[in-house]
């Protein structure tokens, strides 16, 4: 029997209330997940107390990379029990990690991205994709809040970007990247108006590998 692999992909939107942490908390209880993935952490540092009550005391290790201030920041979360995680680089925008599920031996490459707001460093961020594609042969899932997108029907409305969204595309098809659908959601944010813009953010990416 190969092992799955139960992931779950969350932009928290700020772990520094401790009422959102419980949140978190209880969410993960629920859950039979080995690793978690939170974007826009908005915390500079994360002690071993914080993450293991995070994972509800099943994820036991983690890697982050801190906030700037108060905007941004990653942190990753396993247990060590099933998974083994080596080679942590913590990037510009993201943290990449060799993945190896302990019982079947299944070792691929993870990288966690949570993408510039800001429009100036939209490019930046696309050319840092580009320079962590892995090597030949070598299995890759890139997830994360990209905040961008690169199809219309990704948006409710038509102020687009179109220019950004055929860059993104291309960084896509540079690194041969297909994207692993989401089921039963069409967009992941909202700016809660009464007429609202809604996005889809959020995505999960892999490789033929």
Not at 111 to 131: N, S
């Amino acid at each position: 029997m190969i092992q799955n692999l139960d992931l779950v992909n969350w932009n928290v939107r700020g772990l520094n209330s401790p009422a959102w942490c419980n949140t978190v908390h209880e969410l993960m209880l629920g859950t039979k997940c080995n690793m978690a993935c939170f974007q826009e952490t908005k915390l500079q540092n994360i002690d071993d107390s914080l993450t293991r009550f995070l994972g509800g005391y099943k994820l036991d290790r983690f890697a982050f990379k801190p906030a700037r201030g108060t905007k941004g920041g990653i942190l990753l979360l396993w247990n060590s029990n099933t998974i083994h995680v080596h080679n942590v680089r913590i990037g510009r925008f993201s943290i990449s990690a060799t993945i190896a599920i302990i019982q079947s031996g299944t070792s691929f490459k993870i990288t966690v991205v949570y993408g510039p707001t800001r429009h100036r460093l939209k490019d930046a961020f696309l050319r840092h994709i580009r320079r962590i594609k892995p090597s030949l042969g070598e299995s890759w899932l890139l997830l994360g809040d990209f905040n961008m997108i690169y199809r219309a029907r990704d948006k409710n409305n038509t102020n687009l970007n179109l220019a950004r969204m055929s860059h993104f595309r291309a960084a896509l098809d540079h690194c041969e990247l297909k994207e692993i659908h989401l089921q039963n959601r069409k967009y992941t944010w909202s700016n809660e108006r009464r007429q609202p813009t809604m996005v889809k953010l959020d995505r999960c990416f892999c490789n033929e590998a």
